[in-house]
Structure formats: C-alpha cells, structure tokens
T-cell receptor, first 114, second 113 residues
Framework: ETGVTQTPRHLVMGMTNKKSLKCEQHLGHNAMYWYKQSAKKPLELMFVYSLEERVENNSVPSRFSPECPNSSHLFLHLHTLQPEDSALYLC?????????????FGPGTRLTVT | GDSVTQMEGPVTLSEEACLTINCTYTATGYPSLFWYVQYPGEGLQLLLKATKADDKGSNKGFEATYRKETTSFHLEKGSVQVSDSAVYFCALSEGGSNYKLTFGKGTLLTVNP
C-alpha cells in the first residue's frame, strides 16, 4: 500500500464511450503524474501537475483530458479512444515535482478499448 | 534524446541464485539513475537510486553502482528469494527542473522454490 489509490482497477469501454479514471493520494504531496504502460514498451509519462497546475504535457492526444481539482485528486477523462489506447494507466505522486523527489505509484487502471 | 536499455526477459532463477539485470543508458548530461520494482497487481515502487557517478544504491539486498565510464547501472543481488519475483525497471532523469523519468521496458524475474 503506497498511499496512492486508483479507481476503477479495470475498465472496458467502446470507442464512442466517455469515461474517467480517478487517482487519489493520501500522502500530502504537491505533484501528481499520469503514466501509460503498454505491453513491451517503456513506461510513458503523459501529464504532470504541480499544485494543481499542469506543468508537463508530453504530446498526448486530445482524447485524453486530465483534471486536477486539488492536490489530492487527479482525473483522466477519456473520450473517443482507439484500440491502441488499451494499456495500464498509472498514477503517481511526489512531494514536489521533479526527479529529486521519489514518486509513489498507484496500482493502475487496466483499460481495454473495444 | 535520453534512453534506457535493459536486458530482455523473462529471467527465471532458482531460490538463492545470484541475479544480475543489465541496464545501460544514453543521456546528454549527468542523470540520476533508478531501479523500480513492480510486484504482481501493484504499482511501481522505488527500489534504489544513485545520483552521481560511482554512487552505489542499495535496498533489500539489491545493489546497483552508477558507472559513468560504461554508462551502466546493473542491478545485482547475491541470493534471490521467491518474493523477489516481479518486474524490474531501470530509469533515469536528467537534472534541473526536468520532471521526466525515462524508463526501460522492464525485465520480468521469476524465482522458483
């Protein structure tokens, strides 16, 4: 148990659906991250938030829309996804944004797009 | 750009065997280096790190030494246990205000009793 929870743990959605992934951290951290973990590919950083402000967006398609209403919660809104978006989506948090601070990861949401 | 290359898995060992997982990197500056571990059904956890050349990171019997001359950060353990079965990721981050961790593809380790 790392103090970072993600819901749902598994999600199956069609390409025309709209769904949201939720991440919550109970560590009092100021930075939160979304990563994508695809089979046989390195973990990819998608978004970084510091004090509820987005500070990094790694050329992610607009069908992924993040939201950080406060420093404890992070959402990833999904719409009109493609089958290649099927992956494990990991949320992480750290005391502050930046490599010096250890990132704590949640267990992930396994997303399948049909 | 930055990149991390780690040995292809899966790696299967018997309990008490020695483990080495190779990791080499490409970076423009002087990165910090990390090993993360992902146990089945869980998120990644930081296992150890080294922030400058010749530093040795260690945790839970695992060790890795930051070798600038060979751009390597190999993970080693002298005697593995069944509970070490997991996926291991090597990663780097450049200095300054860079938020990004660049990961390798991961190596699956299975330890049999």
């Amino acid at each position: 148990e790392t103090g970072v929870t993600q819901t749902p743990r598994h999600l199956v959605m069609g390409m025309t659906n709209k769904k949201s992934l939720k991440c919550e951290q109970h560590l009092g951290h100021n930075a939160m991250y979304w990563y994508k973990q695809s089979a046989k590919k390195p973990l990819e950083l998608m978004f970084v938030y510091s004090l509820e402000e987005r500070v990094e967006n790694n050329s992610v398609p607009s069908r992924f829309s993040p939201e950080c209403p406060n420093s404890s919660h992070l959402f990833l809104h999904l719409h009109t996804l493609q089958p290649e978006d099927s992956a494990l989506y990991l949320c992480a948090s750290s005391q502050e944004a930046g490599f010096f601070y250890e990132q704590y990861f949640g267990p992930g949401t396994r997303l399948t797009v049909t | 750009g930055d990149s991390v290359t780690q040995m292809e898995g899966p790696v299967t060992l018997s309990e008490e065997a020695c483990l080495t997982i190779n990791c080499t990197y490409t970076a423009t500056g002087y990165p910090s280096l990390f090993w993360y571990v992902q146990y089945p059904g869980e998120g990644l956890q930081l296992l150890l790190k080294a922030t400058k050349a010749d530093d040795k990171g260690s945790n839970k019997g695992f060790e890795a030494t930051y070798r600038k001359e060979t751009t390597s950060f190999h993970l080693e353990k002298g005697s593995v246990q069944v509970s070490d079965s997991a996926v291991y990721f090597c990663a780097l981050s450049e200095g300054g205000s860079n938020y990004k961790l660049t990961f390798g593809k991961g190596t699956l380790l299975t330890v049999n009793p």
